[in-house]
């Protein structure tokens, strides 16, 4: 399975609702991303958390960092309908554990007015 | 002032020909990536070139051959195409590779649809 996977795979609310979504790793890190895609649009960065940071902020976005869980949350707070999108997680691994830059498959979010 | 670009943005082609995609970042970055998303929305690197050398080359097939004329530049060309090779292909680029903290920067992607 992937190096990085997103939990839940699809998340709808209500505008105004917080979006929690997750995502869980195998190996060690340097750091972890989370980026946004818009339908059929290129990947956006959002926030980058290093492997000794826990938490981060950015706007409404919000994430956390568990490294003996090997996994990280994405909140977005009072959400909008423009944050309807593809929500993917990325890991940044030192190179002697193969493969960097692995994508997980997306949290597909959808923001109802 | 686009970041980064990709043409063409959308490649239909027959099973067996050979095509390329153009990447270009003029954000003064060392590093480029070609990434490939499938039809699940898994994304997977490919190639990653740091000052036209290649760094990364992830297990994919010979057909795929990645063509660095200078730093801002990093083209894919596919030979043979299969029906396989339909997907999105995206094109990234950072400041640095092999450190803790870079960012990457996408482009918008191409659709390649292999009939």
């Known amino acids: 399975s992937q190096q990085g996977e997103e939990d839940p795979q699809a998340l709808s609310i209500q505008e105004g609702e917080n979006a929690t979504m997750n995502c869980s790793y195998k190996?060690?890190?340097?750091?972890l991303q989370w980026y946004r895609q818009n339908s059929g649009r290129g990947l956006v960065h959002l926030i980058l958390i290093r492997s000794n940071e826990r938490e981060k902020h950015s706007g409404r976005l919000r994430v956390t960092l568990d490294t003996s869980k090997k996994s990280s949350s994405l909140l977005i707070t009072a959400s909008r309908a423009a944050d309807t999108a593809s929500y993917f997680c990325?890991?940044?691994?030192?190179?002697?554990?193969?493969?960097?830059?692995?994508f997980g498959p997306g949290t597909r979010l959808s923001v109802l007015p | 002032d686009t970041a980064v670009s990709q043409t063409p943005k959308y490649l239909v082609t027959q099973m067996g020909n050979d095509k390329s995609i153009k990447c270009e970042q003029n954000l003064g970055h060392d590093t480029m990536y070609w990434y490939k998303q499938d039809s699940k929305k898994f994304l997977k690197i490919m190639f990653s070139y740091n000052n036209k050398e290649l760094i990364i080359n992830e297990t994919v097939p010979n057909r795929f051959s990645p063509k660095s004329p200078d730093k801002a530049h990093l083209n894919l060309h596919i030979n043979s195409l299969e029906l396989g090779d339909s997907a999105v292909y995206f094109c990234?680029?950072?400041?640095?590779?092999?450190?803790?903290?870079?960012?990457?920067?996408f482009g918008p992607g191409t659709r390649l649809t292999v009939l």
């Open positions: 990234a680029s950072s400041q640095e590779v092999i450190t803790p903290y870079n960012e990457q920067f």
């Open positions: 190996t060690s890190i340097n750091n």
């Open positions: 990325a890991t940044d691994a030192p190179p002697n554990y193969g493969q960097n830059f692995v």
